[in-house]
């Protein structure tokens, strides 16, 4: 059983800092694409950025230059590093891991979310 774990969220100032753990239990962790999701007030849920197995990343336009998406395989942990914070970066943040089981079938496992809230 594979298990997804957000820690780090809270109350920052616009212009501070954050960064998020997510810890992943089970094997699958280390051949997985770890993801990070957020979902504001009101608002679908969306990619923020996404880091696979090897080390590539990608990353929605409205974080870019701002957060950075890590990983410790080591310590199956993927980490979102969030500078420069603004308002419209509150949202519930979610952990996702990308499983590919066969080349037809991907199983996905998320997390319970945790809150950031920008505010002054």
């Known amino acids: 059983q594979v298990q997804i774990v957000e820690s780090g969220g809270g109350l920052v100032q616009p212009g501070g800092s954050l960064r998020l753990s997510c810890a992943a239990s089970g094997s699958i962790f280390s051949t997985s694409t770890m993801g990070w999701y957020r979902q504001g007030p009101g608002k679908q849920r969306e990619l923020v950025a996404r880091?696979?197995?090897?080390?590539?990343?990608n990353y929605a336009d409205s974080v870019k230059g701002r957060f950075t998406i890590s990983r410790d395989n080591a310590k199956n942990t993927v980490y979102l590093q969030m500078n420069s914070l603004k308002s419209e970066d509150t949202a519930v943040y979610y952990c996702?891991?990308?499983?590919?089981?066969?080349?037809?079938?991907?199983?996905?496992?998320w997390g319970q979310g945790t809150q950031v809230t920008v505010s002054s």
């Open positions: 996702n891991a990308e499983n590919v089981l066969t080349p037809l079938y991907t199983r996905y496992y």
């Open positions: 880091i696979t197995s090897g080390g590539s990343t």
